[in-house]
């Protein structure tokens, strides 16, 4: 199991800074052609580029990639082929939705981050 209980510990774990590397990589262009020309442009002057809600999304990507322990349904002779609880998986899923939900209420969700 990952070692991490909560939505910072997800995105300074090491497996999620494969998986953003990977994803904010050459195949950005391909894929998010605008979001990887704007982080190229920002990144010029230090800045990050990307707008809140493509972040809160590659969260969201990632922690969907990750396969879930479900003690009601899975067996725990099996717990180690998981990679986090579902009691974790909701935890973080509903600090995702609570980043969302603050953003969107400001007005920021769409705003590019410095």
Not at 62 to 83: G, R, W
């Amino acid at each position: 199991m990952k070692s991490f209980k909560t939505l910072s510990e997800m995105y300074q774990s090491k497996e999620y800074d494969s998986f953003i590397s990977d994803r904010l990589g050459n195949d950005l262009f391909i894929n998010e052609p605008e979001r990887a020309e704007r982080i190229n442009d920002y990144a010029e002057n230090g800045c990050n580029g990307s707008m809140h809600s493509e972040v809160i999304g590659d969260w969201r990507d990632y922690l969907n990639t990750l396969k879930v322990y479900d003690p009601e349904y899975d067996d725990i002779e099996d717990i180690e082929k998981f990679d986090i609880a579902q009691s974790t998986y909701d935890f973080i899923e509903k600090e995702i939705d609570s980043c969302e939900d603050w953003h969107e209420k400001n007005g920021s969700l769409h705003q590019i981050i410095n």
